[in-house]
């Protein structure tokens, strides 16, 4: 199953049905917030894609992003009992942590 359709399908169970082209870009986005993690200072010419491995975590972040549309860089919130907060504004950090960053040596 692709990764479009693995978003949709999530999306679905919460009674989300959107656009392809939206969710494709929530897909790019999350994808670049791994391959950033993964290469900090400067992504190697032959990376074009997410590795497989990650794919799944990708959809994940994706799925995060797009639920808090809206409420982008909120650091709290607090409406009927229910607080929000967001610590880095933007996905939630555990969700990168097992990731690992590859740099090179000088030399």
Partial sequence: ???????????????????????????????????????????????????????????????QMFLKRGAEGELTHTENGITRQYARGDIPSELLSDIPSFVKGLG
């Fill in 1 to 63: 199953m692709s990764r479009l359709s693995q978003l949709k399908v999530l999306l679905a169970d919460v009674g989300i049905n959107e656009d392809d082209e939206l969710l494709a870009t929530y897909l790019d986005f999350a994808g670049q917030k791994i391959l950033h993690k993964m290469y900090p200072f400067g992504m190697p010419d032959e990376v074009t894609d997410v590795p497989f491995r990650y794919q799944s975590r990708q959809v994940e972040i994706a799925l």
